[in-house]
């Protein structure tokens, strides 16, 4: 049976747990911070917190434009490529910001709110400092700077978190999160443009060049990365819209289970991406993919569970009554977040053989439903919107998985990986509707 060629196996184990390893360490800085801030700050600031970054996130979520992908994507690139890439990054960092300032206000009358049009004009900056540093960060990467990128990630996430607890003690309330967005993405920027620009060197010209800002390849990539943002921010601006009162519950309970997954799924990205890039054969690939989804499932599965069942006492334990509303919601999230982890090895896959129209579609299609049926329970209580929003996220994703899977395995082994979701989601129906004796216990 084919798998990973020997001489990568070593490298990809090595380099996946140096970014692995220092998305655990900023998780960590990340938690402590989020407990902090769940003290600190009042419930309506998360409330406009949560209107104004899906916002930000929408207009930010383009970066470079997908340059920095392009840049992953390929195993030999020359300087005229990277430089042409960094052109077409950096115009199109600079007209998100732009979008940004415009719709501020835009964004504050739709929602009656002039916190909401500072916090997304004042989010602009961070888009700026955090698209800027998506190139260098991606050089560094496809040279094989692994431990670099590592370091010095850690450190911008210490910087983030110190710098957001410090703006909530002097009283800045939800401004807090974007100005930390903006240190934490500054240091992120210098630290890997210094290092990028004196170690990592590539060639004046290689045998076949491709030309990595193609019209076909940009109008995809920038339709897929905006529509990653859409899904993972639609339901806050619904929801800020049509619900306001279960906005700040819902929105804490998503980001602490979201997180884990928002640090790993990059790091992941980062390490998968050049490496299928380079597995020649597809049988090879999806035997790979195979192997990569099932230690997946082994090791995201007990961590789901374990966040499931105890959340209803940590939240008491940290907050009191302050979030216990938002433990349900916890709880459903804790059951996607393994399928969420799926994801950016599937589309990791698919990007490596450059199929950025299908990655761009399904995305879209992910987008619209999630879209859909938030609107439609809205009004039904924070409960039953989040289990729609799971649900509908793990139906596209689990589509995804067959779509990509069936080429080579029968269904048997398709079942088999699915196995560890569907004992925790059985377990997760059980925690949430003995939520009192959870609470209790």
């Given amino acids: 049976m084919t798998s990973i060629p020997l001489a990568l196996r070593k490298p990809l184990a090595r380099d996946g747990a140096w970014l692995v390893g220092s998305a655990v360490i900023a998780r960590i800085f990340g938690t402590i911070a989020q407990v902090i801030m769940g003290i600190l700050l009042a419930r309506d600031d998360y409330l406009v917190w949560g209107i104004a970054i899906s916002f930000i996130s929408i207009l930010g979520s383009a970066k470079d434009g997908g340059a920095g992908k392009l840049i992953l994507q390929g195993v030999n690139r020359s300087e005229s490529e990277v430089r042409r890439a960094a052109i077409y990054?950096?115009?199109?960092?600079?007209?998100?910001?732009?979008?940004?300032?415009?719709?501020?206000?835009?964004?504050?009358?739709?929602?009656?709110?002039?916190?909401?049009?500072?916090?997304?004009?004042?989010?602009?900056i961070s888009i700026a400092v955090n698209g800027l540093?998506?190139?260098?960060?991606?050089?560094?990467?496809?040279?094989?700077?692994?431990?670099?990128?590592?370091?010095?990630?850690?450190?911008?996430?210490?910087?983030?978190?110190?710098?957001?607890?410090?703006?909530?003690?002097?009283?800045?309330?939800?401004?807090?999160?974007?100005?930390?967005?903006?240190?934490?993405?500054?240091?992120?920027?210098?630290?890997?443009?210094?290092?990028?620009?004196?170690?990592?060197?590539?060639?004046?010209?290689?045998?076949?060049?491709?030309?990595?800002?193609?019209?076909?390849?940009?109008?995809?990539?920038?339709?897929?990365?905006?529509?990653?943002?859409?899904?993972?921010?639609?339901?806050?601006?619904?929801?800020?819209?049509?619900?306001?009162?279960?906005?700040?519950?819902?929105?804490?309970?998503?980001q602490l289970t979201l997180t884990l997954s928002t640090l790993v799924a990059p790091a992941m990205e980062q390490t998968l991406l050049p490496y299928f890039s380079r597995i020649g054969g597809k049988a090879s690939r999806e035997v790979s993919l195979h192997k990569m989804i099932l230690l997946t499932t082994m090791v995201v599965t007990p961590i789901g569970l374990v966040a499931c069942v105890l959340s209803p006492s940590l939240v008491r334990l940290l907050w009191g009554d302050k979030w216990l509303d938002a433990t349900p919601v916890i709880q459903v999230f804790s059951v996607g977040v393994g399928v969420r982890l799926l994801l950016p090895i599937l589309v990791t896959h698919l990007q490596a053989q450059r199929r950025w129209k299908r990655v761009a579609i399904f995305y879209w299609l992910d987008a619209a439903l999630v879209m859909v049926v938030t609107a439609a329970t809205s009004h039904l209580g924070l409960l039953t919107v989040a289990t729609a929003v799971t649900a509908a996220r793990s139906m596209t994703i689990f589509s995804l998985l067959l779509m990509v899977l069936r080429t080579r395995y029968g269904a048997i082994d398709v079942a088999q990986t699915l196995a560890p979701f569907v004992v925790l989601a059985l377990i997760a129906v059980w925690a949430v509707s003995n939520e009192t004796l959870l609470i209790a216990w």
């Avoid at 007209?95 to 929602?111: D, K, R, T």
């Avoid at 060049?209 to 990365?225: C, D, G, K």
Wanted: with cysteine.
């Fill in 89 to 124: 990054g950096y115009r199109v960092v600079a007209l998100s910001v732009v979008g940004a300032s415009l719709i501020a206000p835009v964004v504050g009358w739709f929602y009656g709110s002039t916190k909401v049009a500072g916090l997304v004009a004042v989010g602009a």
């Fill in 133 to 254: 540093g998506m190139l260098p960060k991606a050089r560094l990467t496809v040279a094989g700077h692994y431990a670099t990128v590592s370091r010095i990630a850690m450190l911008a996430s210490l910087s983030a978190t110190t710098s957001m607890v410090a703006c909530a003690l002097f009283g800045l309330g939800a401004f807090s999160f974007p100005i930390a967005l903006s240190i934490g993405g500054f240091v992120r920027f210098v630290g890997m443009s210094r290092v990028a620009n004196r170690v990592v060197a590539f060639p004046a010209t290689v045998e076949q060049e491709i030309n990595v800002t193609s019209h076909v390849e940009r109008r995809w990539l920038l339709a897929s990365t905006i529509a990653t943002a859409l899904v993972m921010n639609v339901d806050y601006m619904i929801l800020g819209a049509l619900a306001p009162e279960i906005l700040a519950a819902y929105f804490f309970g998503f």
